[in-house]
């Protein structure tokens, strides 16, 4: 059996650490546990301009990003199942995510290009969604861009972004909001003690 997680948030929320202990706590629990990177960041490596004033150009980029992060999915979902023992399968960011970095007629268009409709997009894909709040929001003191040479984000340009991305995720019928800890450690434990009640 494979559990499908996309884990998602704001700037400067913890994702990568909280990605490392997961995959600490379930493989010495007995998961088969797969870590799928950030579309986005992979293709800004590969040097896609998500910035770029192209607005064709832009189109093409996103809608190819969602496209690579579907397919993503779905390689790595057979890989799972025919791994042999429970299957934990973690989407750093998710399918949904894309929708809050662009307008809505841009969005509906992207959705009719691909076939796919908001409900199968945000809904279907993964069990579960666990929305980790960025540090903006109630942990400013640890907020920083020094840790991801892809963030530039300020702290209230962070906040905006949180909030765009949890309100794009709202419906999803098991959406975990992860709030900021001024102890990171608390924050990592809430994140596994909502896994532990999902699996």
Not at 11 to 30: F, H, M, N, W
Not at 140 to 169: G, M, P
């Amino acid at each position: 059996m494979v559990t499908r997680i996309a884990l998602t948030g704001g700037p400067c929320a913890g994702k990568s650490t909280v990605l490392k202990r997961i995959r600490q706590k379930y493989e010495d629990k007995g998961y088969a546990v797969y870590l799928l990177p950030e579309s986005a960041t992979l293709f800004i490596e590969a040097g896609a301009d998500f910035l770029t004033k192209d607005a064709n150009l832009s189109y093409i980029t996103e809608e190819s990003k969602l496209e690579f992060q579907l397919q993503m999915e779905k390689s790595m979902t057979r890989i799972a199942e025919a791994c042999g023992k429970p299957a934990l399968l973690i989407c750093d960011r998710g399918t949904m995510d894309t929708a809050a970095y662009m307008p809505a007629d841009v969005w509906q268009h992207i959705k009719e290009d691909i076939g796919q409709t908001e409900k199968q997009l945000r809904d279907e894909h993964y069990d579960a969604v666990l929305h980790i709040c960025t540090a903006a929001k109630g942990a400013e003191d640890f907020y920083t861009l020094y840790n991801n040479k892809c963030r530039s984000e300020s702290v209230e340009v962070a906040r905006d972004v949180d909030d765009r991305i949890l309100a794009v995720w709202k419906g999803h019928p098991s959406l975990h909001i992860i709030q900021a800890e001024i102890c990171f450690e608390d924050k990592i434990q809430h994140v596994l003690k909502v896994l532990d009640e999902i699996l």
